[in-house]
């Protein structure tokens, strides 16, 4: 295993992300393939940047924080 993944910023692989944001590698894809988590791609490789994982989280909990609030 990279330990270097702490510090990636870009390039994430599903497995990373998914590291990152506590799924398994086939959420992440799962997810990205039903375009509702932030990605880019490589060919056919889809990646992640840890920014915009971060910021996708926080918004998941604003939006999730805003339905029990109504």
Do not use: H
Not at 12 to 23: D, F, H, M, N
Not at 55 to 66: A, F, G, K
């Amino acid at each position: 295993m990279n330990t270097n993944n702490t510090q990636k910023e870009t390039g994430l692989t599903p497995k990373e992300a998914g590291e990152l944001i506590g799924c398994s590698a086939y959420t992440v894809k799962e997810l990205a393939r039903g375009n509702r988590i932030p990605f880019y791609r490589v060919g056919s490789r889809y990646l992640f940047t840890r920014a915009t994982l971060m910021d996708w989280i926080t918004d998941q909990e604003q939006n999730n924080y805003r339905k029990e609030d109504k």
